[in-house]
């Protein structure tokens, strides 16, 4: 059996420090460390948002190119109403779209034809 005491200088098991005792050793890593991460995070959410604001002027765009062509669509759909109800002679159904659209109403194809 080995003698213990045939070694005078006996190493002492390594010490691990715990987080708060490497924190307070090494304060300014840990600053350091923080303040990178919260750059980072910033800079991840500065990145979506850029590519959400893109995003969204995409959308507006293409809604405003299709509200344009609702609104022709539109006009053009009550112009023909206007003009087929101009066409039945007694009148009722242009003064009937006129009300509906706020317009004047036309002025119903006269009877004078021989």
């Known amino acids: 059996m080995a ?3 045939s070694n005078p200088n ?3 098991a390594p010490k691990y ?8 050793k090494r304060k300014d890593s840990f600053i350091q460390l923080f303040l990178m991460t919260g750059v980072l995070l910033l800079s991840m ?3 979506g948002q850029k590519y959400r604001i893109k995003d969204l002027q995409d959308d507006t765009t293409a809604l405003k190119e299709e509200n344009g062509a609702l609104a022709s669509r539109m ?3 009550k112009q ?3 003009q087929e109800a101009a066409l039945e002679p007694t009148g009722f159904f242009a ?3 006129s009300v509906i659209f706020n317009e004047s109403a ?3 194809p006269s009877s004078s034809d021989p």
Not at 17 to 24: D, E, M, R, S, Y
């Open 3 to 5: 003698d213990r005491r």
């Open 10 to 12: 006996p190493t002492p």
């Open 17 to 24: 420090l715990g987080l708060v005792a490497q924190v307070k």
């Open 45 to 47: 959410r500065s990145v």
């Open 75 to 77: 006009e053009s759909i």
């Open 80 to 82: 023909r109403l206007l």
């Open 95 to 97: 003064s009937k779209l």
């Open 106 to 108: 036309p002025s119903p």
